[in-house]
């Protein structure tokens, strides 16, 4: 009828959710590539939906293509930061004091050039540790840094008009966030 409407594609990169990432420049080809995707998000759009994305910039999985051991949190031994197992496998948790305001604003920006996304943008547990810990002896970061990492990434999506929703709604992301979905 008409009446507006989000809806957040979940596996729509690599072989499906939580794999591939911090990459997400593969369309998951049961989609029928990247030209399809781009399709359907400007239909939806004739039909006064957005079809956006669940996104996750939290994991890493050593066989992405865009793996990069430096741009991962370390634990207080010093080994990099295990995440849990999904899909993907093994997935190990970046650093957001140096990924957030670094590679990570090259992903959004490559993602919001290559699919015509508007409005809003779901990223996966972003908003479910705010305050990660990164004892890398390189750059060491408190919470404070991994949050303000975080929030960059936020800010990102936001200077393109869209505002970005997580899973959890907890006091550093008032403000932060649009809308969390519990």
Not at 25 to 32: D, I, Q
Request: proline share 7%; glycine share 10%.
């Amino acid at each position: 009828d008409g009446a507006p409407q989000v809806v957040y594609l979940v596996g729509w990169q690599h072989r499906g959710h939580d794999t591939g990432y911090p990459d997400v420049f593969a369309v998951n080809p049961r989609l029928g590539g990247e030209a399809a995707l781009r399709l359907a998000i400007q239909q939806a759009a004739e039909l006064n939906t957005i079809l956006s994305f669940h996104d996750n910039y939290d994991d890493a999985y050593e066989h992405s293509p865009a793996w990069d051991p430096e741009q991962i949190a370390r634990d207080r031994a010093g080994a990099l930061q295990k995440g849990g197992v999904w899909a993907g496998g093994q997935s190990y948790i970046l650093s957001f004091s140096t990924y957030g305001p670094g590679p990570a604003q090259a992903r959004v920006e490559r993602t919001l050039t290559a699919f015509p996304i508007r409005g809003s943008y779901h990223i996966d547990v972003l908003s479910a540790v705010p305050r990660r810990w990164d004892f890398n002896p390189h750059h060491p970061a408190a919470g404070a840094a991994s949050l303000a990492g975080k929030c960059a990434i936020v800010s990102a999506f936001n200077r393109h008009g869209v505002d970005v929703t997580s899973e959890g709604f907890c006091a550093p992301f008032v403000g932060v966030i649009g809308h969390a979905w519990h």
